[in-house]
């Protein structure tokens, strides 16, 4: 599942590919109009500049697929350890994002939330009102970090990496049952 962050995100980055592409071929178009100047001034050569907005899409590509194929690995992981309790909301965000939620959560109940951070360096997950849950720290190296959620009433969760730190992040919040 990706959630509408994500979406947008990878959406501007299509748009971000579409206007280097554009750029690319506009110096293409610029350079194939009198190849001979472009090789007297030392201007890079159409082909170059094919090659270079050729190389520039793959590497976007392959950035794109990573991120997604990380997604996929991290929803797995979540699915698979333990479903334990109704789920009430779930997603997958870069780490260099981060999560930022208020999910819809019922007073006297308890909720407990799954991250799993996939990549290099570290999140962390801190929740407002501070009771509310535990701040704790989220290594990327595929561990799952579980934390109780007592709601007194609404909750914020921002889960932010450490400043070098890539990858993916994702998360589920499931209700297991009355507070205690």
């Not at 690319?24 to 050569?45: F, I, P, R, Y």
Request: aromatic share 2%; hydrophobic share 40%; charged share 20%.
């Amino acid at each position: 599942m990706i959630s509408t962050s994500t979406a947008t995100a990878r959406l501007r980055a299509r748009l971000a590919a579409g206007a280097v592409m554009a750029a690319a071929l506009g110096l293409v178009s610029c350079a194939a109009s009198d190849g001979h100047e472009a090789a007297a001034s030392g201007a890079a050569s159409p082909s170059a500049s094919r090659a270079a907005a050729g190389a520039a899409e793959q590497k976007l590509g392959a950035q794109q697929f990573d991120e997604k194929q990380l997604g996929e690995q991290a929803e797995a992981m979540l699915g698979g350890f333990g479903s334990g309790g109704a789920m009430v909301e779930a997603g997958t965000e870069r780490v260099a994002e981060g999560i930022h939620t208020e999910p819809s959560l019922g007073r006297g109940r308890a909720y407990r939330l799954d991250l799993v951070c996939i990549g290099r360096g570290s999140a962390r997950a801190v929740f407002t009102p501070a009771g509310t849950g535990t701040e704790t720290g989220v290594p990327c190296d595929r561990s799952v970090v579980r934390r109780r959620i007592t709601p007194h009433g609404p909750v914020r969760i921002d889960v932010d990496g450490v400043k070098g730190s890539t990858g993916v992040v994702a998360w589920v919040v499931r209700e297991v049952g009355r507070a205690s």
